[in-house]
């Protein structure tokens, strides 16, 4: 394997101070899901810390006590999905904050918070049009006043109210946040009164300040990665921190050998479409060889020349979402299949 992944973490606080500034004065959660975005989780959480974030944003319970790991009781860890009752007793024992978007879920947590010995805190899900997870408007009442009876107990805190948003029409997430605001008004009426309310990420964080209540959900503008079909990084004041490098292994009748750990990693649809900066400053179209490795071919190259598969998406580098761009998807795709075997290398000024 001769890519590598190189992180510039003095750009992810950059990134992050950028995006408190905008989003203030709701609360910064650090998004860290599938290994910070594939750039690393204990640096990105580590880095992110130092710079004074208090939340963070994991999405299972092993990445959860992964951050608890790295960063002691100080700090904040929310996940949202929880699969195992070993899950709950974990996330209790561990003190996470806890994302429930299904009342068996509700009644299991407050039974794990019941066998550790201490309240869970709970951020109520309410499913505001996208149905993954959530709970359904129409079952919200009855929803809340059981976790208001929960808590009375003493087995859960309700700390939070959330729900999750498409962020790609206006139209529609202003309908999704109708709803949200009417969810509010009925865990209030049940006696509920959560400090925390969190409904936006990334592009409703920037775009749309009525979105941001308490706390923003962000991951993939911290990491410096725009929304597919939306601003450049540029005009968001952002910055990818993330450079995805490969070295030329051979060179054939059908072009030049790069190696970046494609056969878990890029989507081969990139092929044809995406292409590389070389070394002589010019771009080549990327396609797919043998063993997956990706072929790239330029007059004059030799092995051991270093092609820049993404990276800043400026001076002819390609970013992450430029490449997703050309397959229809997001950036943050692009990012999270860079293969685990890539080694990361860290850059701190
Ligand atoms: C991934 C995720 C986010 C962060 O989204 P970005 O667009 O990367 O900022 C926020 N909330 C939930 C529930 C998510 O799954």
């Given at each position: 394997?001769?890519?590598?992944?190189?992180?510039?973490?003095t750009?992810?606080?950059?990134?992050?101070?950028?995006?408190?500034?905008a989003?203030?004065?709701?609360?910064?959660?650090?998004?860290v899901?599938?290994?910070?975005?594939?750039?690393g989780?204990?640096?990105?959480?580590?880095?992110?810390?130092?710079?004074?974030?208090?939340?963070?944003?994991?999405?299972?319970?092993?990445?959860?006590?992964?951050?608890?790991?790295?960063?002691?009781?100080?700090?904040?860890i929310?996940?949202?999905?929880?699969?195992?009752?070993?899950?709950?007793?974990?996330?209790?024992?561990?003190?996470?904050?806890?994302?429930?978007?299904?009342?068996?879920?509700?009644?299991?947590?407050?039974?794990?918070?019941?066998?550790?010995?201490?309240?869970?805190?709970?951020?109520?899900?309410?499913?505001?049009?996208?149905?993954?997870?959530?709970?359904?408007?129409?079952?919200?009442?009855?929803?809340?006043?059981?976790?208001?009876?929960?808590?009375?107990?003493?087995?859960?805190?309700v700390?939070?109210?959330?729900?999750?948003?498409?962020e790609?029409?206006?139209?529609?997430?202003?309908?999704?946040r109708?709803?949200?605001?009417?969810?509010?008004?009925?865990?209030?009426d049940?006696?509920?009164?959560?400090?925390v309310?969190?409904?936006?990420?990334?592009?409703?964080?920037?775009?749309?300040?009525?979105?941001?209540?308490?706390?923003?959900?962000?991951?993939?503008?911290?990491?410096?990665?725009?929304?597919?079909?939306?601003?450049?990084?540029?005009?968001?004041?952002?910055?990818?921190?993330?450079?995805?490098?490969?070295?030329?292994?051979?060179?054939?009748?059908?072009?030049?050998?790069?190696?970046?750990?494609?056969?878990?990693?890029?989507?081969?649809?990139?092929?044809?479409?995406?292409s590389v900066?070389?070394?002589?400053?010019?771009?080549?179209?990327?396609?797919?060889?043998?063993?997956?490795?990706?072929?790239?071919?330029?007059?004059?190259a030799?092995?051991?020349?270093?092609?820049?598969?993404?990276?800043?998406?400026?001076?002819?580098?390609?970013?992450?979402?430029?490449?997703?761009?050309?397959?229809?998807?997001?950036?943050?795709?692009?990012?999270?299949?860079?293969?685990?075997?890539?080694?990361?290398?860290?850059?701190?000024?």
């Amino acid at each position: 394997m001769t890519a590598t992944l190189h992180v510039d973490l003095t750009a992810l606080v950059a990134n992050i101070t950028r995006v408190r500034e905008a989003v203030a004065p709701a609360e910064l959660m650090l998004v860290v899901k599938d290994d910070a975005y594939g750039h690393g989780l204990a640096p990105v959480v580590r880095a992110a810390a130092g710079a004074g974030v208090r939340w963070f944003g994991a999405f299972d319970i092993g990445t959860a006590r992964a951050v608890r790991g790295e960063l002691g009781e100080d700090v904040r860890i929310f996940a949202w999905i929880a699969a195992a009752h070993a899950d709950l007793r974990a996330a209790a024992e561990a003190g996470i904050d806890l994302g429930v978007g299904d009342a068996d879920l509700l009644e299991d947590a407050a039974a794990a918070a019941g066998r550790v010995g201490r309240p869970l805190r709970v951020h109520l899900k309410l499913d505001t049009g996208l149905h993954r997870n959530g709970v359904r408007p129409e079952a919200w009442p009855r929803f809340v006043s059981r976790a208001a009876a929960l808590e009375a107990e003493g087995a859960l805190d309700v700390v939070g109210i959330w729900s999750h948003i498409a962020e790609a029409s206006d139209d529609e997430d202003d309908d999704a946040r109708a709803l949200f605001e009417r969810g509010l008004q009925q865990a209030h009426d049940a006696g509920l009164r959560p400090v925390v309310r969190h409904l936006a990420a990334s592009a409703a964080s920037f775009a749309r300040p009525e979105f941001r209540y308490d706390m923003v959900r962000v991951g993939a503008f911290c990491y410096g990665i725009r929304s597919a079909g939306g601003p450049s990084a540029g005009q968001l004041g952002l910055v990818p921190i993330a450079r995805l490098e490969a070295e030329v292994l051979g060179v054939g009748e059908d072009g030049v050998r790069v190696d970046v750990g494609a056969l878990h990693g890029l989507p081969s649809r990139l092929e044809g479409r995406a292409s590389v900066a070389t070394p002589a400053g010019t771009r080549r179209l990327l396609s797919v060889g043998e063993m997956d490795s990706l072929i790239a071919a330029w007059p004059g190259a030799a092995p051991g020349d270093r092609v820049i598969v993404y990276g800043s998406g400026a001076d002819g580098e390609a970013s992450a979402t430029d490449l997703a761009e050309l397959i229809g998807t997001i950036g943050e795709e692009i990012a999270v299949r860079v293969s685990p075997l890539v080694p990361r290398s860290y850059a701190v000024e």
